[in-house]
């Protein structure tokens, strides 16, 4: 049986391990590490989300909501219903986007791609105006001739025909 001398310990020896740590011992963790990883989680979930909702609007925005019949044929744009007067909307025909307008001279389309500096224009009812919302660029929905603004050229015609009560749209060349 063994017995301790004087002076001696039941302790093992200690070890220094890199870093002066005692490389007998476990690793003590800080008692925040835990606290420190969630907060670097919800940091780049909250970064994540955040950049989420800039492209996804911007995304939205540049690429025109899809209708029937794309693809470079004939595309039916809505009813009359659809676009009652003084309305309009951006549709897509092949992979570009046309706003038809319903105007006092009828119905009316036109590439929706601002000649300024290309951005997507939009019928506003409050001016009756389609207007690009990229440098306040005003054209008449009848004509698609400038109005205001820095646009340079007015916005390029899209024939269409009106069969029943659907707005067709015509590409060029058809
Ligand atoms: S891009 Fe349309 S007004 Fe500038």
Known sequence: MESAT??????PARRDGPNGHDATQPQDLPPS???????????GFS???????????????LVPPK????????????????IPANTGKVVAMGGAPVIVSNT????KAFSAVCTHLGCIVDFDETVRHI?????????NPASGAVLSGPP???????????????????????
């Open 6 to 11: 004087i002076g001696e310990t039941t302790q």
């Open 33 to 43: 590490s835990g606290r420190r990883r969630f907060l670097r989680f919800l940091l």
């Open 47 to 61: 970064a994540a989300s955040t950049l989420g909702m800039i492209v996804a609007p911007v995304v939205g925005f």
């Open 67 to 82: 209708t029937q019949g794309g693809g470079g044929g004939r595309v039916v744009a809505g009813t009359l219903q659809d």
């Open 104 to 107: 006092e001279a009828g119905v």
């Open 131 to 139: 207007v690009c919302p990229c440098h306040d660029g005003h054209f």
């Open 152 to 174: 340079p050229a007015p916005l390029a015609p899209v024939a269409l025909a009106i069969e029943g009560d659907e707005i067709v749209l015509i590409p060029s060349g058809s």
